[in-house]
């Protein structure tokens, strides 16, 4: 027995709805979409029929997505800046928020282009590779204390075209750098020790801690940042 495309997602988005999952049409469409050989015009029409066995593995998706596991981990991908990245349980979810630091940086250097650009605690490569699609001429390294994290973002690197300007190291922030850059980033962890017990579950049951947890006062890795890094690299003119 097979049932139609447009009732499953019926299905899928009232249960969602029922999890109190925002914007669950959409997070809907992504597991679809994610589970079947669907595309957006099907989910459209939502005449195509779909077997048991493709039903049943959307809702193991979506059970998944109301017991509070991100989308983004589910489906393996986010969207940031306009482009699609892999992201895996070694990398923190890339946020809308940290947009914001990618379009100062744009902002900031649109007359005087950087050639060269530092991203510490690359994780997955997300600010990096946003930052070398906005200046085509530039290249860019990203550091990180995690393998696992560096392989992702060397990946994302690839998907998106900019492996060629883009390479990676593993480190302890700049500790070992002794280049020079024209722009430095960060997203460095913020959030004090005694927080991290009190965030949104969709955060500390999935985000990797040693990206969130910032120590005692939530400044430990700022500390050790500004401390490798030489004074006239923050002061340098754009």
């Known amino acids: ?19 109190a999952v925002e914007d669950s049409a959409r997070e809907a469409r992504w597991l679809i979409k994610h589970a079947l050989d669907v595309n957006d015009a099907d989910l459209i029409s939502g005449k195509k029929e779909v077997s048991n066995d493709e039903a049943d593995a959307v809702r193991m998706l979506a059970d998944r997505r109301a017991a509070g596991e991100p989308v983004s981990r589910i489906i ?6 306009g482009l699609s990245f892999r992201v895996t349980p070694d990398v923190l979810d890339p946020r809308f928020d940290t947009e914001v630091l990618v379009e100062a940086a744009a902002s900031r250097f649109a007359a005087n282009p950087p050639r060269m650009i530092l991203d510490l605690g690359t994780g997955s490569g997300c600010i990096l590779v946003a930052l070398l699609k906005k200046f085509p001429d530039a290249a860019g390294v990203g550091v990180d204390a995690s393998e696992s994290a560096l392989a992702v973002a060397q990946g994302n690197a690839v998907r998106n075209g900019v492996a060629d300007r883009a390479s990676f190291a593993q480190g302890d922030w700049a500790e070992s750098l002794d280049e020079s850059f024209d722009l430095i980033v960060a997203n460095p962890p913020y959030i004090p020790s005694g927080d991290i017990p009190n965030l949104n579950a969709e955060v500390k049951n999935h985000d990797p801690i040693l990206a969130l947890d910032g120590g005692f006062d939530g400044i430990n890795d700022y500390k ?6 030489k004074y006239n690299f923050l002061t340098c003119d754009a």
């Open 1 to 19: 027995m097979r049932v139609i495309l447009q009732e499953l997602q019926k299905i899928i988005r009232e249960q969602l709805v029922a999890a």
């Open 76 to 81: 393996g991908e986010k969207e940031f800046c």
């Open 224 to 229: 050790k940042i500004f401390s490798h890094i």
